[in-house]
């Protein structure tokens, strides 16, 4: 199989992928965070084809993409849809980058939740999905349309280079505008947990519903809470993940990654190639000015906006990742808005050198 890219914009291809997905085959498609590899979420054979062509591990849940708020009730427990802080979030930020976790009805097959008895839903912010998710007439489970571990596509190109040869149709959408995957909130039975940090930043969630409790650390190798989660009780490693996806080596180019400040100088070998990924053009200028002599520069963007530096993360990393590197030198960036998000890709793709 070899996966044909079609204009997502024009009606012809957008009815073929809908037939597609009616016909329980996967369709990578455009979302305004990362591109996804969407398979009807009614249909537990449609999603393991999912799976299968991810290379992803049955125990990683999926995100269930709706087209309004108003189709909640169909797919989520009426308990936590009494829940006034989720109409809230709805509201403000559907459609957009934001997952709320909530305990799932029976309509949704096991093998999409990962047998959790809670299922992730979003509106995305994308004309494209939205026709698409509209024309099938059922909800799309969809994880991002890349390898398991590999760099979230932003591009129909990027897609087409880790699955082109799983999946048959790819509907392109340009580049996702915002560049980094929606933010997940586990909202069940009254928790108001950051379970990743996405698009949509923290702030913004806790302006609207007061504080979050604490994020829970990076996993480990099987899906369970790490450092940072293990240290609040002893039974730590003995409980289900909260986000089985969370794993530490994650989002990993081909290439090791490591996160150095620009005032750090980086020490190259005569015949080592090394790429540099600036937070920014002063970043970069610091770098170079210590002596360093970069194979390959990514400068997503030069005023260190994090937004700008969002929308062009992994298009930089997939562009460094095919230059023929030995390695990859990240500068941080602070963790405050789309920061956060910036610097946990950063760290999962560092983790799995
Ligand atoms: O922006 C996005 O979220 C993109 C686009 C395509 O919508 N999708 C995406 O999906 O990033 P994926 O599968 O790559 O990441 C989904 C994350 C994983 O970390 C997964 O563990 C978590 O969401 N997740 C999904 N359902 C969950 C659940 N019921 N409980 C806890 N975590 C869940
Ligand atoms: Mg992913």
């Known amino acids: 199989m070899t996966a044909r890219i079609l204009p997502g914009d024009d009606p012809e291809a957008l009815a ?25 979420a009614l249909d537990p054979l449609a999603v393991a084809r999912v799976f299968e062509a991810k290379d992803r591990p049955r125990f990683d849940p999926l995100i269930v993409h709706i087209a309004a708020a108003e189709e909640l009730e169909r797919y989520a427990d009426r308990r936590d849809l009494a829940d006034a802080r989720v109409e809230r979030l709805a509201a403000r930020f559907w459609p957009g980058p934001l997952t709320v976790v909530l305990r799932k009805r029976e309509t949704i097959p096991g093998i999409v939740t990962a047998g959790l008895d809670t299922v992730g839903l979003r509106v995305p912010d994308h004309p494209i999905a939205l026709r698409l998710i509209g024309a099938a007439g059922v909800p799309i489970a969809a994880p991002s349309a890349n390898r398991f571990g590999g760099l979230s596509p932003t591009r129909a190109e990027h897609v087409r280079r880790q699955l082109g040869g799983r999946i048959g149709l790819i509907l392109d959408g340009g580049p996702s505008r ?48 790490g450092q940072r989660e293990a240290g609040r009780g002893a039974d730590a490693d003995k409980r289900p993940a909260l ?5 530490i080596a994650h989002y990993a180019p081909g290439v090791p990654l490591e996160i150095v400040p620009p005032d750090v100088p980086v020490v ?17 200028a610091r770098a170079e000015s210590l002596g360093a002599r970069f194979a390959a520069v990514e400068v997503p963007a030069p005023d260190g906006d ?17 230059a023929g590197l030995d390695r990859i030198v990240a500068q941080p960036v602070p963790e405050v808005g789309l920061g956060r998000a910036i610097m946990d890709r950063l760290r999962r793709a560092a983790a799995a050198a």
Request: net charge negative; no cysteine; charged share 25%.
């Open 268 to 284: 190259i070998a005569p015949d080592e190639r090394v790429g540099l990924l600036a937070g920014s053009a002063g970043g970069q």
């Open 178 to 225: 915002i560049g980094v995957e929606s933010t997940v909130l586990l909202l069940a039975d009254g928790r108001r947990t950051l379970l990743r940090p996405g698009g949509l930043p923290v702030e913004e969630i806790e302006a609207e519903i007061g504080p979050l409790e604490a994020e829970v650390g990076p996993l480990d190798a099987e899906g369970r809470p």
């Open 306 to 322: 994090p937004l700008r530096l969002a929308a062009g993360l992994f298009e930089a990393l997939h562009r460094l990742d095919t």
């Open 16 to 40: 073929e992928a809908a037939a597609a997905i009616r016909a329980g085959e996967p369709v990578a498609f455009p979302t305004e965070t990362v591109y996804g590899l969407g398979a009807n």
């Open 243 to 247: 986000s089985p996806g969370r794993m």
